[in-house]
């Protein structure tokens, strides 16, 4: 079982997030992934080309990445980049993208469509020294990249899913499926939907990385406090997400405000409470089908919460 740490969003001076990779990569953690929104401080490639030139064996991924903000051919080429200087250590986390639609100065009419045609298109750079492609989003005549990834055919991809197509599109396309904050039972569901996708289309289910992503989770031996401390974000993911969870979890209807919220679903969603807390949750996670764990955001900020997140995990799982 492998265990990826996310960048916080708050931490924003460089010294700062080196000393935290370099800690991350310290205490045992498979990767460190960053998020990718205009509204954050650094560009997310450009962030984990830094991180990979002062740390040795850390994987650097996205979680996730914008699959529109940037063309293509220009990602194929960055991420292939990367993966180069890294001598093989990205994984791209890619979506449909949410948040950052006023910056990409052009309309997105059917965003799960065009991420679709990214992906094969990023796929075929990777792969192929020509590359001609016609699609209703792009229109490539014999395109090419200098560099080629690293990693054979290419870094993995994983692909955000909460709903049924793009679910069904990660598990088809993909090299394994992102998603979060949900009970043990209901993402048991979806590991077993993307095995059903993997063999329809000549995969072995084993071949899709099921990523459960906590974010975020918070460190503290006052599961009042916790709880206090998660509220916001929690209540913040369960009122935008409202109609899939209240559907899925046999609510009558959604609820459209925080204190309509049932205690169980925060309970259920969301991870807090002591370092021995925390690990007994991720069980329930790897028993229904987990095969790689994201803690998105640790909270509090800072490798303290992470060593003791660290101390629990590693002689549990490693």
């Given at each position: 079982?492998?265990?990826?740490?996310?960048?916080?969003?708050?931490?924003?001076?460089?010294?700062?997030?080196?000393?935290?990779?370099?800690?991350?990569e310290d205490l045992g953690f498979d990767s460190i992934l960053v998020a990718d929104h205009t509204f954050i401080e650094y560009?997310?490639?450009?962030?984990?080309?830094?991180?990979?030139?002062?740390?040795?064996?850390?994987?650097?991924?996205?979680?996730?990445?914008?699959?529109?903000?940037?063309?293509?051919?220009?990602?194929?080429?960055?991420?292939?980049?990367?993966?180069?200087?890294?001598?093989?250590?990205?994984?791209?986390?890619?979506?449909?993208?949410?948040?950052?639609?006023?910056?990409?100065?052009?309309?997105?009419?059917?965003?799960?469509?065009?991420?679709?045609?990214?992906?094969?298109?990023?796929?075929?750079?990777?792969?192929?020294?020509?590359?001609?492609?016609?699609?209703?989003?792009?229109?490539?005549k014999e395109c090419s990249i200098a560099a080629k990834p690293f990693q054979t055919p290419h870094p993995p991809l994983w692909?955000?899913?909460?709903?049924?197509?793009?679910?069904?599109?990660?598990?088809?396309?993909?090299?394994?499926?992102?998603?979060?904050?949900?009970?043990?039972?209901?993402?048991?569901?979806?590991?077993?939907?993307?095995?059903?996708?993997?063999?329809?289309?000549?995969?072995?289910?084993?071949?899709?990385?099921?990523?459960?992503?906590?974010?975020?989770?918070?460190?503290?031996?006052?599961?009042?406090?916790?709880?206090?401390?998660?509220?916001?974000?929690?209540?913040?993911?369960?009122?935008?997400?409202?109609?899939?969870?209240?559907?899925?979890?046999?609510?009558?209807?959604?609820?459209?405000?925080?204190?309509?919220?049932?205690?169980?679903?925060?309970?259920?969603?969301?991870?807090?409470?002591?370092?021995?807390?925390?690990?007994?949750?991720?069980?329930?996670?790897?028993?229904?089908?987990?095969?790689?764990?994201?803690?998105?955001?640790?909270?509090?900020?800072?490798?303290?919460?992470?060593?003791?997140?660290?101390?629990?995990?590693?002689?549990?799982?490693?």
């Amino acid at each position: 079982m492998n265990f990826g740490i996310g960048l916080p969003l708050s931490m924003t001076n460089i010294a700062n997030i080196m000393e935290y990779a370099r800690g991350i990569e310290d205490l045992g953690f498979d990767s460190i992934l960053v998020a990718d929104h205009t509204f954050i401080e650094y560009e997310a490639l450009t962030l984990l080309t830094a991180i990979a030139m002062r740390t040795t064996t850390l994987r650097l991924g996205t979680i996730v990445l914008d699959g529109h903000r940037r063309s293509p051919a220009y990602l194929a080429h960055a991420t292939a980049t990367l993966d180069q200087l890294s001598k093989g250590r990205l994984i791209l986390g890619v979506g449909k993208g949410v948040f950052n639609d006023t910056s990409y100065g052009f309309t997105i009419d059917k965003p799960v469509s065009r991420v679709v045609d990214v992906i094969h298109v990023l796929k075929k750079l990777w792969t192929s020294d020509k590359v001609t492609f016609s699609s209703n989003f792009f229109q490539l005549k014999e395109c090419s990249i200098a560099a080629k990834p690293f990693q054979t055919p290419h870094p993995p991809l994983w692909i955000a899913s909460f709903g049924k197509r793009m679910h069904r599109i990660a598990a088809t396309m993909g090299d394994g499926f992102i998603t979060q904050n949900m009970p043990p039972k209901l993402f048991h569901q979806y590991v077993y939907a993307a095995k059903e996708h993997a063999i329809r289309v000549g995969k072995t289910p084993e071949s899709v990385e099921a990523v459960y992503g906590f974010m975020p989770l918070v460190i503290n031996d006052d599961p009042i406090e916790a709880r206090k401390i998660i509220a916001p974000a929690a209540y913040s993911f369960l009122l935008r997400h409202a109609t899939r969870l209240s559907k899925a979890l046999d609510y009558p209807k959604p609820w459209t405000h925080y204190k309509q919220i049932p205690d169980q679903v925060l309970e259920q969603c969301f991870l807090f409470g002591t370092p021995a807390d925390c690990a007994e949750r991720v069980s329930q996670y790897v028993k229904a089908g987990a095969t790689y764990i994201v803690f998105q955001t640790v909270l509090p900020v800072g490798l303290k919460s992470v060593k003791r997140l660290a101390e629990a995990l590693m002689s549990r799982f490693k």
